[in-house]
């Protein structure tokens, strides 16, 4: 199973609501990532975390919060979020973080409109 | 930040005809990457090719890597529609962990 599995696929929220995206992969692999995409722009790096453990923030606002809760699932939550929040938020997986030569899996994304 | 620059920002060819799109980058890499991205939907791997290989190929695809110019270029041969799609190159910078930056992308339509 080399799949990458996101919910939901869309989401709108108020600027007052809290929402959570969920990722989910079964291939194993110990590091995961989320990216942040605006159109027409290209990905983003957010967040990597490494053997569950948050290793890079890309200096990300605090009203993301990401959760690893096993080395399968990755979390995002979403507290507060801003208009110019709204993109396709993409999570994606690699086998070894440690800087090897590995290429990442991506989900399909949730598009997040915030209102 | 950005680190890698692509040209150009979109093609337009038809089916059969060769279709290349270069990458610059600003710092030294560990790896450099190629993804497609349909539509609004995920990114897929195509390609990666590490900083001291030159060359490699996979099906239709060739990519160059020049590390002293910092930059590549991905060839896809006999292009079909089905290969319409937008095209990232990926830094993987030597950080110790695996942190990609993408390039701003090169948009390919490919008319029957």
């Known amino acids: 199973d080399t799949e990458v599995t996101q919910t939901p696929k869309h989401l709108v929220m108020g600027m007052t609501n809290k929402k959570s995206l969920k990722c989910e992969q079964h291939?194993?692999?110990?590091?995961m990532y989320w990216y942040k995409q605006k159109a027409k722009k290209p990905p983003e790096l957010m967040f990597v975390?490494?053997?569950?453990?948050?290793?890079i923030n890309e200096s990300v606002p605090s009203r993301f919060s990401p959760e690893c809760p096993n080395s399968s699932l990755l979390n995002l939550h979403l507290h507060a979020l801003q208009p110019e929040d709204s993109a396709l938020y993409l999570c994606?997986?690699?086998?070894?973080?440690?800087?090897?030569?590995?290429?990442?899996?991506f989900g399909p994304g949730t598009r997040l409109t915030v209102t | 930040s950005q680190q890698g620059e692509e040209d150009p920002q979109a093609l337009s060819i038809q089916e059969g005809e060769n279709a290349t799109m270069n990458c610059s980058y600003k710092?030294?890499?560990?790896?450099l990457q190629w993804y497609r991205q349909n539509s609004g939907r995920g990114l897929v791997h195509l390609i990666l090719?590490?900083?001291?290989?030159r060359e490699k190929h996979s099906g239709r695809l060739r990519v160059t890597l020049d590390t002293s110019k910092k930059s590549s270029s991905l060839l896809i041969t006999a292009s079909r529609a089905a290969d319409t799609a937008s095209y990232f190159c990926?830094?993987?910078?030597?950080?110790?962990?695996?942190?990609?930056?993408f390039g701003t992308g090169t948009r390919l339509l490919v008319s029957p």
């Open positions: 994606a997986s690699s086998q070894d973080p440690t800087g090897s030569s590995y290429e990442q899996y």
């Open positions: 291939m194993g692999h110990r590091a």
């Open positions: 975390y490494s053997y569950e453990k948050l290793s």
């Open positions: 710092t030294s890499i560990n790896n």
């Open positions: 090719i590490r900083s001291n290989e």
């Open positions: 990926a830094t993987d910078l030597n950080t110790g962990f695996q942190k990609l930056v």
